[in-house]
């Protein structure tokens, strides 16, 4: 096993069989000590944080199996925090997708001239870069093409997917009260034939979301999402 990567909340290793595993840490996002799904620091270390990210995207990615939908998930184990996938081929340096049904966060701070906190957005995709030093800055379709990051074939299908995806998070979400305003997913080119799947994880910190108009945080989340 040889380390390939070391995120800020994930690290990555090489396995022998060629497949890839998630070391899931107990660091999470945020700025000064608050978490913050959106930031690009690590903010705060909580015990335990890990396991209950992991449990959350093994519960999600598990549906999404069901109902057919690619992913990189081959399998969890919860008491090591580690997750087995297959490995892809991110687009350009690593690409971001959010569907939004609700107006927060850098949206929110970057059409205030235009939106209020909270107004409903239809689930409307974005694709920010992941690129830290620029503040991940979003991109358009066009951009995308013209950088050579991805076809235009490929973003209508990542797009589609996106949105197929919030929807079945948002539904099982709904089950518990709770509403989804936003998501962030990650999708890469997986095998030889280099098909289109979600990757990376679906944990709390990937998402916002609120009941009875307040907001949860990642760990109580999980929490009333998966301890009946
Ligand atoms: N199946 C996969 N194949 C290849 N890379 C993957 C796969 N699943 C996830 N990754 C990558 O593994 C890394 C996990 O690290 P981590 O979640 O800590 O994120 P990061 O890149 O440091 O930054 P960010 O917090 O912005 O997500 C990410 O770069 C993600 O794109
Ligand atoms: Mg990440």
Redo the contacts with the bound molecule.
């Keep these: 096993m040889r380390r390939i990567?070391t995120?800020?909340?994930?690290d990555?290793c090489a396995l022998d069989d060629g497949n890839?595993l998630?070391k899931f840490k107990d660091d999470v996002?945020g700025e000064n000590g608050v978490f913050d799904p959106g930031a690009?620091t690590v903010g705060l270390t909580i015990e335990g944080a890990g396991r209950a990210g992991l449990r959350l995207t093994k519960h999600f990615l598990e549906i999404l199996e069901e109902k057919g939908i690619p992913t990189?998930y081959i399998d969890a184990n919860v008491e090591e925090a580690t997750m087995t996938?297959?490995?892809?081929e991110?687009f350009g340096n690593?690409l971001e997708v959010i569907c939004r049904y609700r107006a927060v966060g850098s949206f929110l701070r970057r059409y205030g001239m235009y939106d209020k906190e909270g107004q409903p957005l239809d689930a409307f995709v974005e694709f920010p870069l992941?690129d830290d030093s620029r503040q991940d800055p979003p991109i358009t379709e066009d951009a995308l093409v013209v950088l050579g990051i991805m076809s235009s074939e490929e973003y209508r299908e990542v797009k589609n997917l996106a949105r197929k995806i919030g929807a079945i998070i948002k539904e099982e979400l709904a089950k518990k009260g709770i509403e989804l305003y936003d998501i962030k997913f990650?999708f890469?080119r997986v095998g030889e034939d280099r098909k289109i799947a979600l990757?990376?994880?679906i944990s709390g910190g990937n998402m916002r979301a609120y009941k009875d108009g307040k907001y949860i945080e990642p760990l109580m989340l999980e929490k009333l999402i998966l301890d009946a």
């Design positions: 990567y995120g800020k909340t994930k990555v890839y998630l996002t690009n990189h996938v297959k490995p892809a991110v690593g992941k990650e890469g990757i990376d994880e």
